[in-house]
């Protein structure tokens, strides 16, 4: 059996473009098809290889369908299908997986489902997953990992509440997570204010916000600057609402300082609606307000030229034509970007036109509502204003007679109807404005092409992946570079990793780029993937040059370059906090580990373990931390690690059990490791650990030759787990370890049962060859020739047929010439270097034994005897060869006998006895027992005979020799 390996533990790296956790796997080797394929799942997974996880899972639940891996095969197969944004293909998987016993994977299985359903827009689905997680969460015990997921559930129940204009639902459960707050990340937290304050304002509950609004203490750090300005400005409606201008109008200034545009342009528009009520409330001029917090955004002229943009559209809907136009050359003054020209144009040449007194007054009845509706949704599309795009368009669509209108106004009021839709998240109704609606598009006609880029993004958002690539292919010479590169999306999220490198390449845009690197880098083109991140990380775009940092980090990780630690531990420099430098740090740590830097490796897994956000990444920072001070050669420190973690009935507890044994058994403490393997097979016998701590009980003392020992406990794993991964080892070395005490006849059977079951095993070569070797020194020449031929049908190599060929020739001449077997047999004693050695001890036993038994050469067999016995006895050989040691001394004890000497024979065969008993052969201890008692008999030592013969029979009550000697006292 070959020692266990000390291979360098190298964690799997989390790299998750949302959320991510770390699953490490432990040093020992497992002989498990389907473990094995799990920690391909759990290594996929890690690296964002999506596809692969999924493939790797599709053969686990395949191949192993009742695999303990099972349910965590299908949870990894169902996030990563929502990773990929396959949702409806998730969905089943997910809901399967919740099926399983174990708790945790229960809570995260429903958690995902939740999410799927809510991304499907199945709101009513996704509530009941939600609660069923947190339901379970409640009742059940959890690990520290899965009550994130409890708290997420109940934030996200909130959310699908929302999206579902379930306000009066949504209140309560965001109370709940604003009174938690410290348990969500800053994310959920700033969101579940926000949808709190607007589920307020939606139930009129004005009272409630405004109390909370002044509860809340004023935030001007960032990220949750940006929130108080945004709670500001709800606050300021709700004060609006109750008549309170004064304080909405202050709600409004300190909202205007947000750095999002759409919360400062909201509060600038709010601010001047408000500004005449102000005014008569407080007698307070607000002009002045106005021109400093324009001078505040000068350094913005997009938000301003907005701003008045947006005001002057509002005094045209309003009928105050005079400011529109002042208000117009304002917007024109900031807008060099010449965004809102065609808008602007729009409302001058109404204000100029001769139609002058439809503006603001056209009703539906009029015959150029719907053209003077769909063009205002033409120019609100422009401005990125969904809106007001979704509402024009609305009305232009709604007004439309499609058997009396223009087919290209028809046509244009449902298209921008529909954008504005897509653009607001009602997904499932652009699609139907478009396809099965009451306007019909024609191939090669205006806006069919914008249609179908519309379905496209329809497709690819609602889950349809492949029909979404059906379009995109259909439309590929009208796609734009950001088209293409939309498209290199949805590819890369159904596994078309190919596909979607080369489209994100053809897109020549940096999100192309960006989505071919992430192609690269799940092929394992390394070196492509950082040459690719390199460049987009050179470009402007700031959108995923956090991502693109680590990945490029990764790449060079696997490339096994030295500048992976520089890239990763600037990534945390430049982006404290983010979600990936715990990542950064296992991966810096197991880049010095490969090049064999253990302080700067110790160093880095620490970091990750200060870094971990939750349970799960802390325990595997702190088994990836053991593991480098055990590579390291520092056993105690590696055992340290872990010790805190020795006292409870946890997974993880158990797990640092496993590896303390491992550890204590690498460093020599034998008696250590055996006791922690004996606590797992004993208290956790359902654990996943309890097998193999089982068998490594065994193969611990047959690494340290204590081979009684060795074969007791390799039968305990055999009858505890008769259906075992490791019975086939078990069945192979609790024979090797009967051949090497001596015991041959019970070797011979345990190698035979080995080949009989598992005809095909690893160890039919290596059991073929020892049958043989066995057989030959019992001087059954037929059998041993007859295992020579298994060994050349089970060789596995040329070496190895031709030690089988040669072996068999020599059997072939035994055979031929009838010679009996003493000349192999001595040939091998001397081959072996006679009593010097350990085998050539063994050798020297059965050349003995043979003699004795079949020549009646009593001196040469004595003399081997002798110089093998001298040997045998001694305290450095007498554990490991008690066995032969017992088989020499009766061969002396008989040689006395004969000679008359019959207390040293006596004494010979109590010594054989002690030996036999000590080697487990009850059958020879019990003769050698009642040769000693004969001997002192015939000696005239009548006290000392009763005294052995009452031991033999104390000892082996109902052993023939037992009755034997009972008559020899009587006499």
């Known amino acids: 059996m070959k020692k266990s390996n000390n291979k360098k533990t190298l964690a799997a790296v989390s790299v998750v473009l949302l959320s991510a956790f770390l699953c490490f796997a432990g040093p020992a080797d497992s002989a498990s098809g389907d473990s094995w394929i799990f920690s391909e799942i759990v290594t ?122 379930e306000f009066d639902k949504c209140i309560p459960v965001f109370e709940s997570v604003i009174l938690r707050g410290d348990s969500y990340p800053v994310g959920a937290y700033s969101d579940s204010f926000t949808m709190l304050f607007k589920s307020y304002l939606a139930e009129k509950k004005y009272s409630s916000l405004i109390s909370l609004y002044r509860k809340t203490p004023e935030m001007k750090s960032a990220p949750l600057a940006d929130l108080y300005a945004e709670l500001s400005l709800l606050a300021s409606n709700a004060y609006e609402k109750t008549g309170d201008y004064r304080n909405a109008w202050g709600c409004c200034v300190k909202a205007l300082s947000c750095a999002d545009e ?194 496209a993004r329809i497709y690819s958002l609602s889950g349809r992946e492949e029909k979404a690539i059906e379009t995109y292919r259909s439309l590929d010479d009208d796609l734009n570079g950001e088209e293409i590169a939309d498209y290199a999306k949805v590819l890369f999220s159904c596994g078309y990793l190919t596909s979607s490198k080369r489209e994100g390449l053809r897109s020549r845009t940096d999100e192309g780029k960006y989505i071919a690197a992430l192609s690269c880098f799940n092929l394992k083109e390394w070196k492509y993937a950082e040459s690719l991140f390199s460049e987009y990380l050179r470009s402007n775009s700031k959108s995923n040059r956090e991502y693109a940092v680590f990945y490029l980090g990764y790449c060079q990780y696997k490339l096994e370059k030295s500048s992976v630690c520089d890239t990763l531990e600037n990534f945390s420099v430049n982006y404290p906090g983010h979600l990936l430098c715990y990542n950064a740090a296992i991966v810096c740590a197991n880049s010095a580990i ?64 496993y590896q303390v044994a491992l550890l204590y058994s690498r460093s020599g403490k034998i008696g250590e490791s055996d006791r922690y393997f004996n606590e797992i097979h004993v208290r956790f016998s359902s654990s996943k650990y309890a097998e193999e701590s089982t068998y490594r009980r065994a193969e611990l003392f047959y690494t340290a030759e204590k081979y009684q020992n060795a074969i007791i406990r390799f039968d305990e794993y055999r009858k505890a787990y008769p259906k075992g991964n490791f019975y086939e080892s078990a069945v192979f070395y609790s024979a090797d370890c009967q051949r090497r005490t001596g015991n041959s006849r019970d070797a011979i059977l345990s190698y035979e049962l080995l080949l009989v079951e598992y005809p095909k ?89 043979y003699i004795w038994n079949t020549e009646g050469n009593l001196d040469e067999a004595v003399e081997v005897a002798e110089r093998i016995y001298a040997e045998q006895i001694k305290k450095a050989n007498v554990d490991v060869e008690c066995l032969y040691a017992a088989r020499n001394g009766i061969i002396l004890a008989q040689a006395d006998r004969q000679g008359g000497e019959y207390v040293s024979s006596a004494n010979f065969f109590l010594a054989a006895a002690k030996y036999a008993r000590q080697g487990g052969d009850d059958v020879l201890a019990s003769r050698a027992l009642y040769g000693a008692a004969e001997a002192f008999e015939t000696a005239g030592k009548k006290g000392d005979a009763r005294s052995v013969a009452d031991k033999l029979v104390e000892l082996y009550p109902n052993t023939e020799y037992a009755k034997s000697v009972r008559e020899l006292i009587k006499r």
């Open 262 to 455: 759409a919360v400062s342009s909201e509060a600038f528009r709010t601010a001047y609606r408000i500004s005449g009520p102000y005014e008569k409330q407080t007698g307070k001029s607000t002009s002045d307000v106005f021109e400093s917090v324009s001078g505040k955004l000068s350094a913005n002229p997009a938000l301003l030229a907005e701003f008045w943009t947006r005001v002057a559209t509002d005094c045209f809907e309003n009928g105050d034509y005079e400011n529109a136009s002042r208000y117009f050359d304002k917007a024109e003054s900031y807008d060099g970007e010449k965004k809102y020209v065609s808008l602007i144009s729009l409302y001058r040449a109404r204000l100029k036109g001769n139609t002058l007194d439809l503006i603001g007054k056209v009703d539906r009845n009029n015959e150029l509502y719907a053209d003077y509706e769909a063009s205002f949704a033409e120019q609100y599309a422009s401005v990125g204003d969904w809106p007001n795009c979704h509402n024009h368009g609305k009305n232009a669509y709604d007004s439309i007679d499609v058997a009396l209108a223009d087919e290209n106004l028809s046509r244009k009021a449902a298209y921008y109807y529909a954008m504005g839709l897509l653009n607001c998240g009602k997904i499932m109704e652009a699609e139907k404005v478009l396809d099965g609606g009451k306007v019909k598009f024609k191939k090669d006609e205006p806006f069919f092409v914008g249609r179908q880029k519309i379905l």
């Open 44 to 165: 996929a997974y890690s690296g964002a290889a999506y596809p692969s996880v999924i493939e790797h899972a599709n053969s686990l639940v395949s191949n192993y369908p009742d695999s303990i891996y099972c349910y965590k095969a299908l949870l990894y197969k169902g996030e990563s299908l929502c990773f990929l944004g396959r949702y409806a293909e998730a969905e089943p998987v997910l809901a399967r997986a919740s099926g399983s016993d174990d708790v945790d994977v229960q809570v995260q299985a429903f958690y995902w489902l939740g999410r799927t359903r809510l991304a499907m827009q199945k709101n009513v689905e996704a509530v009941d997953s939600f609660y069923r997680c947190c339901e379970i969460s409640s009742q059940k015990k959890i690990s520290k990992k899965s009550e994130h997921y409890y708290n997420m559930a109940l934030y996200y129940a909130g959310e699908t509440y929302f999206v579902s204009e």
């Open 761 to 849: 095993s690893a160890y039919a070569y290596a059991s073929s060859k020892a049958l043989v070797q066995l057989y030959k020194e019992a001087g059954n020449v037929p059998k041993a020739k007859e295992n020579c031929d298994r060994m050349l049908a089970s060789a596995m190599n040329d070496e190895q047929k031709a030690e089988a060929r040669s072996e068999s020739k020599l059997l072939s001449g035994l055979a031929e010439s009838g010679s009996n077997p003493k000349f192999a047999l001595k040939n091998r004693y001397e081959s072996l270097g006679k009593q010097k050695t350990r085998d050539g001890r063994i050798a020297g036993t059965e050349l003995a034994d």
């Open 594 to 657: 490969a090049m064999g830097d253990y302080e700067k490796a110790v160093r880095q897994s620490s970091l990750a373990m200060s870094l971990s956000r939750n349970s799960s990444e802390r325990e595997h920072a702190t088994l990836l931390t053991s593991s480098i001070y055990a590579d390291s050669g520092d056993y105690e420190r590696a055992v340290a690690i872990l010790t805190p973690y020795l006292k409870d009935s946890s997974e993880f507890s158990i797990a640092c059990r």
